[in-house]
């Protein structure tokens, strides 16, 4: 910065810089939300769904994106906390009388329990986090493709778990079914906001800056005195708390729940999500996520038939997954940062440094 | 004493094709760090074609499954892998979960979402009662093509200087490339040669079940993935063993475990798996800790 300007204007302006930045990378996403949603509005009652759908996988690729995004360790797993989330749900608001009849075989009481939704949405939460807590200190010793692994078998442990016990749920591969679709729009979005807010706590908070300086050089993180492990878990259950909430929203806006919908297919779908928008900042969470659905939406539009004027466009069945499955390919191959490069958005108008820069802070 | 006989037997055919499996992913993962979630749709590809062509005769069938399993093979190193040498082996595996995802929408699409059936090679699904023993013809047969094909990979290996290249390559790629190892030749043998493996558990998966759909490979390939990393996937050997680890483990259990927790059989083997990578992150079969090349 070769200005011709006197040292103390460049010192203030910094300073009002580094104070602003932060600021603006967090007001920026929720405003980004907030028109997507009122912008989704407009279009009438048909979307509210979809733009609900949108906002429940926003959050949970938030969700992951605050473990994977600081630690940069890859997780197949977090749909495992996801679905106990759901499941919590589920069970604490079905009707009783239906919970009756259907959930036969459930513990006692478990089969008397219920809570309010927003209630049973925090329990979920916690049951999320407390699944994280006790495989965090075995899984966050592994890195790259072990971690990968491990994380995916928690995701089958979990899934096996709740298709067959039927103690704590239906009989197997049965569904929970009537559930409360009471959550609007207006809360989910509230829901968003409020999550991306605390994601951005979480990545300015101590843990996540140690997890990062860890990311970024495995050798030099520990030597300087970091437990890279415990900072691990720190991040791990509040990401796994992150994913039970955003589980049960899904459950309240799905109204059905069923352990076959928590498996492989949903973990490609927020993983592809997260890559497209650049899994190294929250900004890439957002942007994945929304641009990721917009995609879907239109494309399921089209597979319906989607009449613009007085041509109705319509593309084969199948063709939607196809094309989901070519950008998640066709990002890692040619943008393997994603959509935003891994970076948070930085105030409009003002240069950035090239990417690869380091910044200081002097 | 029949019954453990039985289920030895089971576990060690079971075994073996999961060993083989397993064996198609260490090898490419040995050369350029690829852990191959898509071979699921090689031994889908290779299924279909034995399905689809076995009215015309074996010898027309196998050919046929074990060309389509190299061609495609070697399709998703061209098209897809090689453009991302950069990455590290987590991403690779995100992009080979996605292509694994788009090549099922693509086999839904074509081939339709119900099972195409055929009786395929269906006089060796037979059981034999030896004495008082029921054995499955299947499993022997599995058993014999596993050592067959190992016996084959072994000598090519080797014996031929493109296996002793691709061994070179699989140990250290980075000196093999400066040692004058021609690079390209020797990833896109890696990808035939797993191709290869590929076909032949689909062929025994094609005579187990006649019936190939469009997730048809997926299963298999997950518990060969997972036992190829428990094993050590950096080591051929470590694949190999710790597939079949999965693959005899996982029908032991189901053989075992008391009616009311078989249900649970996959969930006893990924509890496994965690207390494995616990902790022998590196695999069962490399010394020490060994490094983990991430």
Redesign the interface.
Known sequence: MMMNTGKDTMDTRNTLRWRLAPAWSLLSLLLIVVAVTELNNMFGSSMQSQMQFALVNLIIVVALQIFVGNSGVLSFGHIAFVSVGAWTVGLLTLDPALKQSLLSGLYPFLSTASAPWLVAVFIGGVVGLVLALVVAPILMRLNGLQAGIATFALLGVVNQVLTYWSGIGPQSGQSMAGLPTDLNLQETMLFALATIVFAWLIQRSRPARLLRAAREDGVAAPASGINVVTQRVIIFAISGFVAGIAGGLFALTNGVVSANLFFVDFTFLTLAMLVLGGAFSLFGAVVGALVFSLINVLLTNLENGLTVGSTTLTIPNGSRTIVLGLVLVLMLMYKPRGLTGGRELAWPLRKQPPPGTIVTND | MNQLIQSLLDAISQGAILGLAALAIGLVFGVIRL?NFAMAEIITGAGYALVLTWQWGWYVAIPTAIVAAVLLSLLMEIL?FS??R??????L???S???S??IQ??Y??VFGNDVRTAPVASNLAQTWDIGSLRVQSLSIVSIVLTAIMLAILLWFLRKTSLGLQLQAAAMDFTTARLIGIPAKRVIAVSFAVSGILAAAVAFVLTVQSGAVGPTFG?NIT?LA??GA??GG?DKLVGSLVGGFLVGFATSMLSTWLPQDVS??R??FV??L???V??FK?AGLFIQGRGV?R?
């Open positions: 852990a897809v453009h991302l950069k990455g590290g082996p987590a991403t595996l995100i992009a979960f996605g292509l995802f788009l929408q693509v839904s699409v997926v997950v993935l997972v990393v428990i996937i249900n649970f996959d969930a990924f509890v798996v965690i207390i990578l616990a992150p983990v991430t």
